[in-house]
């Protein structure tokens, strides 16, 4: 089970991280380049280290995992898993589609999870055994019924690689398709908003908060083969609205040409 002192914390650090995310939002900042090509920014890694900070002070058994500073006590029995901007492409683009990604994984598992978007000043709250909310009021997914009639969102169509027929299977088996919204979409989906959003590539610090914020509003987050998600997962993701929805994803994804 996912306390008070875990929320409250949790509360705490998208605070704090979405107050520097502002602070450096459409401002002249340098991006520098990681190994893996991705950008990175000053808000980034000043976000983090403040997650980090707190959480130190406060669980100082607990693991770390970050995108920018990496793991401590990985094999700590919890581990918080930060994702202080999901979307430095369109963070420095000055497109407020990003977000702060805050999970709790306990025994391997996500149970904590906030997507929080520091612009907007929305933030999705998911904890295990509690009603997912927005800003303190619940939300729910939405049943779309059929394939053909979803929506579809993905952060990019490069991010597939080995899988790309199999993205277009989808893409060409829902209603329509769109892509950039990075962790929003996901968030949209838990309101209700969105129908699907598929994607891979994915790292935890990527897809932990997302897995308790979508199950709290009654969809469905798994891996391509229909397997929780975890530290361990291969990075491949499939969020609906349905449990329905989510299998007849699978089924096209499956499919051989």
Not at 172 to 177: I, L, P, S
Not at 240 to 247: Q, R, S
Request: contains cysteine; charged residues 20%; glycine residues 10%.
């Amino acid at each position: 089970m996912v306390g008070n002192a875990e929320i409250e914390l949790a509360h705490w650090l998208a605070d704090a991280a979405g107050a520097i995310a502002r602070r450096y939002f459409r401002q002249a900042i340098d991006v520098d380049t990681k190994p893996d090509r991705s950008p990175v920014t000053i808000a980034d890694r000043e976000a983090e280290a403040t997650m980090r900070a707190a959480i130190e002070q406060r669980f100082p058994d607990d693991g770390i995992l970050g995108e920018e500073f990496g793991a401590v006590r990985s094999d700590a029995r919890r581990v918080w898993v930060l994702d202080p901007i999901d979307g430095t492409v369109s963070f420095i683009a000055g497109i407020p589609l990003f977000g702060i990604l805050i999970a709790l994984v306990t025994d391997g598992t996500p149970a904590l999870g906030i997507i929080d978007q520091p612009i907007s000043r929305e933030r999705w709250l998911g904890a295990a055994g509690q009603a997912t909310n927005r800003n303190g009021v619940p939300v729910r997914t939405r049943t779309c019924g059929t394939i053909d009639a979803a929506s579809l969102y993905a952060t990019s169509p490069d991010m597939f690689g080995a899988d790309q027929a199999a993205f277009a299977r989808l893409k060409a088996a829902v209603k329509t398709t769109r892509f950039g919204a990075d962790c929003y979409a996901y968030a949209q989906l838990a309101s209700g908003f969105v129908d699907l959003v598929v994607e891979a590539g994915l790292k935890p610090y990527d897809y932990c908060a997302l897995a308790p914020v979508i199950a709290g509003a009654g969809g469905s987050i798994t891996d391509w083969h229909g397997n929780a998600l975890g530290l361990q997962s291969d990075g491949r993701v499939i969020a609906a609205g349905d449990p329905v929805l989510a299998a007849q994803a699978r089924v096209v994804l499956a499919a051989r040409p």
